[in-house]
């Protein structure tokens, strides 16, 4: 497909087009469903009643999927990318003080800026602010457990939160989720919507999750384990964790006189 | 041994959780924390176009509604124009209409709304005209990767009848998984819709 296709030749100077590279139609590159958990993994049970039994049907990138909604500065508070004050009622939050922090790129390597990163996460003990959470573990008056940020020029973010806890589910009988952070990210259109968990180097249950394992390819999983990042620790404050998050890749457009995604 | 091509590789996907709420709908998690919130209201009263209610159910494999799943739409305003910088097209813009809204199921009834305008028709790039549609991605505890459909409108027979999209779908019975049926409720327009995840009638899901 190519937009330009129809008009083989320039009117006003009756020769043909210039040639454009053909695949400049800011398709997105097709998404290799074999980094990703298929829709039935009887492992997480939840999974078995919620997946569709019929084939996906393929759909070539059209205006629908190619935009997205777009966010600014407008639309966060200024303690948005910062959980460990973003609720603080009477002092700071319980809990391993850390530093997330990376890059949103596409398949291709480029930054994605200005995209709408949002995290949600448990507490200290395990425990979620959620009207639903009934785990014995505690809240913590001074932790919420969410924040977002926008992406930078390059694609990068940060946020200071609380290392969250592991905690028990009802899966099999003693079932318990490894320490997580989920993420939700935009990109630049609503094809490359994404959310996942991002889990934390070491964590020994990390190979016995069963939502974890729902992925089938090992270095994809590993994708998701953020290392410990001393370099961006803040010394007698913060470690700091590192994750970089990979969109899918979209190829170039000639919509505009600066190609888009170059 | 050729130039390897380095193309990174996607990050996988995740559940969202039986508490995505808190992350993305803090106020259905049961707490106040942002100074502005995203909602599922895409309108303002300087919105342009039709005023429709979108209101329907997420159903599991025995017919049951999901009461934690969280629905994002994303639509072309009222002259079928996105918000977005990739449109180039004819169709006058409207900064104040973002055209995207998120919702999350009721706890009890599962049911998910939005209030929204109806969207102008589309061109695509072939030049053929698309029925005005509604792009819906789905996220839900048990649900791995978010699942992509369409809600197209029942009083747009024609357009509906000569969408390339819905041409798409093989077996004719389940084009209609993706129409939302039109009905008058104390002068409100509401098109209500059910979206299968499995099953006998199971909604058309997109590749995107």
Not at chain 1, 173 to 186: D, E, K, L, Q, T
């Amino acid at each position: 497909m190519n937009a330009q296709a129809p008009a083989l030749r320039d009117p006003r100077l009756n020769r043909p087009e210039p040639f454009t590279p053909p695949l400049g139609d800011g398709g997105f590159f097709q998404r290799d469903r074999s980094v990703h958990p298929p829709a039935h993994a009887p492992g997480y049970k939840s999974s078995v009643l919620r997946s569709p039994r019929q084939a996906l049907l393929s759909l070539e990138s059209s205006i629908s999927e190619i935009t997205g909604p777009v966010f600014g500065h407008n639309d966060l508070g200024p303690l948005d990318n910062d959980l460990i004050r973003n609720y603080a009622r009477d002092g700071d939050p319980v809990g391993e003080r850390i530093i997330v922090h990376g890059r949103v790129l596409d398949e291709t390597g480029r930054g994605v800026p200005n995209t709408l990163v949002e995290f949600w996460q448990a507490n200290a003990g395990g425990r979620y602010r959620h009207r639903k959470d009934t785990y014995l573990a505690p809240v913590d008056p001074n932790f919420g457990g969410c924040g977002r940020a926008l992406t930078d020029d390059t694609g990068y973010y940060y946020f200071r939160t609380v290392k969250p806890g592991p905690y028990p589910w009802r899966n099999y009988v003693n079932s318990w989720r490894p320490a997580h952070i989920h993420f939700s990210v935009f990109g630049s259109g609503f094809a490359q919507r994404l959310i996942t968990q991002m889990y934390f180097e070491g964590d020994p249950l990390i190979p016995v999750c069963p939502i974890l394992t729902t992925i089938p390819d090992k270095d994809a999983l590993d994708r998701l384990v953020a290392p410990l990042d001393l370099n961006a620790s803040t010394p007698f404050d913060s470690l700091a964790y590192r994750f970089d998050i990979v969109l899918r890749g979209q190829r170039s457009t000639y919509f505009e006189n600066r190609t888009a995604g170059n | 041994m050729p130039q390897p091509l380095n193309y990174l590789k996607e990050t996988a996907s995740q559940t969202a959780g039986p508490y995505v709420h808190i992350g993305l709908i803090p106020a259905m998690a049961g707490f106040d924390i942002f100074e502005k919130n995203f909602s599922n209201v895409l309108v303002t009263s300087n919105t342009k176009g039709e005023r429709i209610t979108l209101e329907g159910r997420v159903l599991d494999g025995t017919g049951t509604p999901l009461r934690d799943v969280l629905l994002e739409i994303w639509q072309a305003n009222a002259a079928g124009r996105y918000n977005h910088p990739a449109d180039r097209s004819a169709g006058a813009l409207e900064e104040e209409f973002r055209g995207w809204g998120r919702a999350g199921s009721d706890f009890d009834s599962g049911l998910v709304t939005f209030e929204t305008i109806k969207p102008g028709a589309i061109t695509d790039k072939a030049g053929r005209k698309c029925a005005p549609h509604v792009n819906v991605w789905i996220v839900a505890r048990g649900i791995n990767i978010g699942l992509n459909t369409r809600l197209y409108f029942s009083d747009e027979e024609a357009a509906n009848a000569a969408d390339p999209v819905l041409n798409l779908i093989e077996p004719p019975l389940r084009r209609k998984t993706l129409v939302a049926t039109r009905s008058e409720r104390s002068g409100k327009v509401v098109y209500s819709f059910t979206i299968n995840l499995q099953g006998l009638e199971e909604t058309v899901f997109f590749d995107v």
